[in-house]
């Protein structure tokens, strides 16, 4: 089992840095072959590029410090692609305020293996600085992004692209801690390619899914990403979600075209015969969406130098396009800005011919106070301009929208006749839920633990929470469970919630507006609050799901209205004693009875308080009701 670093290791771990230049490289989505993070600091020298130098200098001088035993770490930008190529010398900046490449020189990382590692998680004072972006926003309007499109497209049909990739960027203030901002960051998304620098005038801060290359003697491989789809909001969802972008012709065709440009780009420097796709059009997922990766791999030929390699592949063809020197000249006229560190590399070269770069995607530049992110993808001709600028702006998703700090919650009742009830659906809950949110949890150790506590309860009901944050760790705690105070009375939440909010599906802690109206109404002497959605349709309680009783049958609200599917509801709808559809607040007035539900205290039936919320809720579903017949219309 793999452990990556929780906040506490991390702080510990860069804050001694983060005054002085250093380069930390993450894993915190492991696969075979990537196990490790490292830290490079205390450097003896810097290795930089900048227009004007050398080539052939530069590149001797990296092969000395490698001779002599020392390891390489930093960055390459985009730019420094057109140094790489006689054709593309036109386009090559005569002044940078930054070098095109950074490299520290160091005698020996901190490497930090991640593979059945029994970390200490002793508890320690965390950090209470924080941090702020203002003035958030795209570079590029819509109006200008659908006329480069318009612009790729004609390039197309003239025959001097198949495929563009076209970005710009987000541009922002910051104030504030970079390392709260990192944390804050890879909480939204831990990935396989994460870095975070300090080169003494600037922070990069990379959350990369994408591997550039990684080189161990003379095997080298490369991940091209190409196809991009947002996440759904349960697990059975995701996997229809990946199993259409698997199918998903256009993004086949555009996956396919970087991986045949990759495998010339390495059949540039690899041993005849030895060019092989070994993985083809799968789907990796990240918290905020899904992308299609493929995997290429060979053998280099004999005396290959860092120098052949990065001008065989640099920039990866996953963020040029294809063919690529002729794409990366539309992309030099059609970008009104340089990309700098964005779509270049970041990574580590070892003295023992080991290297790993990242495709510096998701990938941020801070320097005085001013951030900046690259956000873009592959244009191509039958790209509908409206859906690649949201794909776009779905990928900054991760900047632009707060990732909380939260627990998985399961809470479950346990009798002394019966031990825990439903526990198997529980466990299943919570499986999937870790699952859908990329949570290491050792259902195994929840299991060794539950049966353990079993051995202390000496009263005859409990409730029992199991929680598990984002980094994997359990923690459960448990009370006597009260008897419940009748009649159980309920009322109308004014506040419409949003049925495309994520965390409504899955039981977390993150529940600030349900346990807010629940400590309010509990004050005026209900139970319960039950919420409307902004379609007006009924949802749930704040700690229950609810079911009407109509013709003698049970109903509870659809899943798509925007509620958990709860572990009783879940038992309810298994065994057929209850049926899913949208009900709304007209569906209250006429029912013969009505309930909520949870697994602690069983179905309840209750009464609710229908006050002036009547009128309120009719407006807002024939306000809904508009808009929807609007939609139809046109």
């Given at each position: 089992?793999?452990h990556?670093?929780?906040?506490?290791?991390?702080?510990?771990?860069?804050?001694?840095?983060?005054?002085?230049?250093?380069?930390?490289?993450?894993?915190?989505?492991?696969?075979?072959?990537?196990?490790?993070?490292?830290?490079?600091?205390?450097?003896?020298?810097?290795?930089l590029?900048?227009?004007?130098?050398n080539?052939?200098?530069?590149?001797r001088?990296?092969?000395?410090y490698?001779?002599?035993?020392?390891?390489?770490?930093?960055?390459?930008?985009?730019?420094?692609g057109?140094?790489?190529?006689?054709?593309?010398?036109?386009f090559?900046?005569?002044?940078?305020?930054?070098?095109?490449v950074?490299?520290?020189?160091?005698r020996?990382?901190?490497?930090?293996?991640?593979?059945?590692?029994?970390?200490?998680?002793?508890?320690?004072?965390?950090?209470?600085?924080?941090?702020e972006?203002?003035?958030?926003?795209?570079?590029?309007?819509e109006?200008?992004?659908?006329?480069?499109?318009?612009?790729?497209?004609?390039?197309?049909?003239?025959?001097?692209?198949?495929?563009?990739?076209?970005t710009?960027?987000?541009?922002?203030?910051?104030?504030?801690?970079?390392?709260?901002?990192y944390?804050?960051?890879?909480?939204?998304?831990?990935?396989?390619?994460?870095?975070?620098?300090n080169?003494g005038?600037?922070?990069?801060?990379?959350?990369?899914?994408?591997?550039?290359?990684?080189?161990?003697?003379?095997?080298?491989?490369?991940?091209?990403m190409?196809?991009?789809?947002?996440?759904?909001y349960?697990?059975?969802?995701d996997?229809?979600?990946?199993?259409?972008?698997?199918?998903?012709?256009?993004?086949?065709?555009?996956?396919v075209?970087?991986?045949?440009?990759?495998?010339?780009d390495l059949?540039?420097?690899?041993?005849?015969?030895?060019?092989?796709?070994?993985?083809?059009?799968?789907?990796?997922?990240?918290?905020?969406?899904?992308?299609?990766?493929?995997?290429?791999?060979?053998?280099?030929?004999?005396?290959?130098s860092?120098k052949?390699?990065?001008?065989?592949?640099?920039?990866?063809?996953?963020?040029?396009?294809?063919?690529?020197i002729?794409t990366?000249?539309?992309?030099a006229?059609?970008?009104?800005?340089?990309?700098?560190?964005?779509?270049?590399?970041?990574?580590?070269?070892?003295?023992?011919?080991?290297?790993?770069?990242?495709?510096?995607?998701?990938?941020?530049?801070?320097?005085?106070?001013?951030?900046e992110?690259?956000?873009?993808?592959?244009?191509?001709?039958?790209?509908?301009?409206?859906?690649e600028?949201?794909?776009?702006?779905?990928?900054?998703?991760?900047?632009?929208?707060?990732f909380?700090?939260?627990?998985?919650?399961?809470?479950?009742?346990?009798?002394?006749?019966?031990?825990?009830?439903?526990?198997?659906?529980?466990?299943?809950?919570?499986t999937?839920?870790?699952?859908?949110?990329?949570?290491?949890?050792?259902?195994?150790?929840?299991?060794?633990?539950?049966?353990?506590?079993?051995?202390?309860?000496?009263?005859?009901?409990?409730?029992?929470?199991?929680?598990?944050?984002?980094?994997?760790?359990?923690?459960?705690?448990?009370?006597?469970?009260?008897?419940t105070?009748?009649?159980?009375k309920?009322?109308?939440?004014?506040?419409?919630?949003?049925?495309?909010n994520?965390?409504?599906?899955?039981?977390?802690?993150?529940?600030?507006l349900?346990?807010?109206?629940?400590?309010?109404?509990?004050?005026?002497?209900?139970?319960?609050?039950?919420?409307?959605?902004?379609?007006?349709?009924?949802?749930?309680?704040?700690?229950?799901?609810?079911?009407?009783?109509?013709?003698?049958?049970?109903?509870?609200?659809?899943?798509?209205?925007?509620l958990?599917?709860?572990?009783?509801?879940?038992?309810?709808?298994?065994?057929?004693?209850v049926?899913?559809?949208?009900?709304?607040?007209?569906?209250?007035?006429?029912a013969?009875?009505?309930?909520?539900?949870?697994?602690v205290?069983?179905?309840?039936e209750?009464?609710?308080?229908?006050?002036?919320?009547?009128k309120?809720?009719?407006?807002?579903?024939?306000?809904?009701?508009?808009?929807?017949?609007?939609?139809?219309?046109?």
């Amino acid at each position: 089992m793999y452990h990556p670093f929780n906040e506490e290791d991390l702080n510990c771990l860069i804050n001694p840095h983060i005054s002085s230049p250093f380069v930390f490289l993450e894993t915190a989505s492991f696969n075979p072959g990537n196990e490790k993070s490292l830290l490079f600091s205390s450097f003896c020298d810097f290795l930089l590029f900048y227009p004007g130098d050398n080539l052939d200098s530069f590149f001797r001088k990296m092969e000395d410090y490698l001779q002599m035993g020392f390891w390489l770490s930093g960055f390459f930008s985009y730019e420094f692609g057109y140094f790489l190529e006689p054709s593309l010398s036109e386009f090559r900046p005569e002044y940078t305020n930054s070098p095109l490449v950074w490299l520290g020189v160091c005698r020996e990382p901190l490497i930090f293996y991640h593979k059945d590692h029994n970390k200490s998680r002793k508890k320690i004072k965390g950090h209470s600085s924080h941090c702020e972006l203002k003035n958030l926003g795209p570079s590029l309007n819509e109006t200008e992004y659908y006329s480069g499109i318009r612009n790729i497209k004609r390039q197309i049909e003239e025959g001097q692209t198949y495929q563009v990739n076209f970005t710009f960027k987000y541009k922002f203030d910051f104030q504030g801690s970079i390392l709260d901002f990192y944390l804050n960051l890879r909480r939204a998304q831990p990935t396989s390619y994460m870095a975070f620098l300090n080169t003494g005038k600037e922070y990069i801060l990379s959350l990369s899914p994408e591997l550039f290359f990684h080189l161990k003697k003379d095997q080298i491989k490369v991940r091209p990403m190409k196809g991009t789809l947002s996440r759904g909001y349960l697990l059975n969802e995701d996997e229809e979600r990946i199993h259409w972008l698997k199918n998903d012709i256009k993004n086949r065709a555009e996956n396919v075209m970087i991986v045949d440009l990759m495998r010339n780009d390495l059949g540039r420097i690899s041993k005849t015969g030895t060019v092989v796709v070994e993985e083809l059009f799968e789907v990796e997922k990240y918290r905020t969406l899904h992308q299609m990766v493929s995997t290429i791999k060979s053998s280099l030929k004999k005396g290959i130098s860092f120098k052949e390699i990065f001008q065989a592949l640099f920039p990866s063809g996953s963020v040029t396009g294809a063919p690529k020197i002729s794409t990366m000249k539309i992309i030099a006229e059609l970008e009104k800005e340089s990309r700098h560190i964005y779509t270049g590399a970041i990574g580590y070269i070892s003295p023992h011919r080991e290297a790993s770069f990242n495709v510096a995607i998701r990938t941020i530049l801070i320097r005085e106070g001013k951030g900046e992110m690259g956000v873009g993808g592959g244009i191509v001709y039958d790209s509908w301009q409206d859906q690649e600028y949201k794909e776009a702006h779905l990928k900054a998703h991760f900047l632009t929208q707060k990732f909380p700090q939260f627990s998985l919650i399961e809470s479950i009742r346990w009798e002394r006749e019966k031990g825990f009830h439903l526990l198997d659906l529980h466990l299943n809950r919570l499986t999937n839920s870790a699952r859908y949110f990329q949570i290491p949890l050792d259902l195994e150790e929840v299991k060794k633990r539950l049966a353990a506590l079993e051995t202390k309860l000496r009263k005859e009901w409990y409730k029992v929470r199991v929680l598990v944050n984002l980094e994997g760790e359990i923690e459960i705690n448990y009370q006597p469970l009260g008897e419940t105070i009748l009649p159980v009375k309920v009322k109308l939440s004014r506040k419409r919630i949003d049925p495309t909010n994520l965390f409504l599906y899955h039981k977390t802690t993150y529940r600030h507006l349900y346990d807010r109206e629940k400590s309010l109404a509990n004050k005026e002497g209900f139970f319960e609050v039950i919420f409307i959605n902004s379609r007006g349709e009924l949802t749930e309680g704040a700690i229950s799901n609810i079911f009407l009783l109509i013709q003698d049958k049970l109903f509870t609200p659809s899943l798509t209205c925007g509620l958990l599917p709860g572990v009783l509801r879940q038992h309810l709808l298994e065994k057929g004693e209850v049926s899913e559809r949208v009900l709304y607040l007209d569906d209250i007035l006429p029912a013969q009875k009505v309930f909520i539900g949870n697994s602690v205290r069983g179905l309840l039936e209750v009464e609710i308080c229908l006050p002036s919320l009547k009128k309120e809720y009719q407006e807002t579903r024939y306000k809904a009701q508009a808009q929807i017949e609007a939609i139809e219309t046109a």
